[in-house]
Nanobody
Framework: QVQLVESGGGLVQAGGSLRLSCAAS????????MAWYRQGPGKQRELVAI???????NYADSVKGRFTISRDNAKNTVYLQMNSLKSEDTAVYYC????????????????WGQGTQVTVSS
């Protein structure tokens, strides 16, 4: 059974940086695309960044130029380097992964668990 564990969140001042990690563990075969999502207070969950197994990445317009997604395929881990943080980046951050042809977390409206909290103070 696959499990995703996010870490690295915290409280940071505006303009600061954080690096999030998400490790996939368990019986894992065929991890493909990996992604970061976030859900701010009173907002819907949104896609922040996505990266293919080969390293091609795409970003939400709101984070382009500030966030960088990367991955370590040997460790089944995806990272999100967040620079120049703004108060509007405050959210719970979650990762997701495509295993074979199915997303581990298929529905963005479901409860995705604890995630990792990022709070940016202005």
């Amino acid at each position: 059974q696959v499990q995703l564990v996010e870490s690295g969140g915290g409280l940071v001042q505006a303009g600061g940086s954080l690096r999030l990690s998400c490790a996939a563990s368990g019986t894992i075969v065929g991890i493909n695309t990996m992604a970061w999502y976030r859900q701010g207070p009173g907002k819907q969950r949104e896609l922040v960044a996505i990266i293919t197994r080969g390293g091609n990445a795409n970003y939400a317009d709101s984070v382009k130029g500030r966030f960088t997604i990367s991955r370590d395929n040997a460790k089944n881990t995806v990272y999100l380097q967040m620079n120049s943080l703004k108060s509007e980046d405050t959210a719970v951050y979650y990762c997701n992964t495509l295993i074979g042809s199915r997303w581990y977390r298929p529905n963005t409206n479901d409860d995705w668990g604890q995630g990792t909290q990022v709070t940016v103070s202005s």
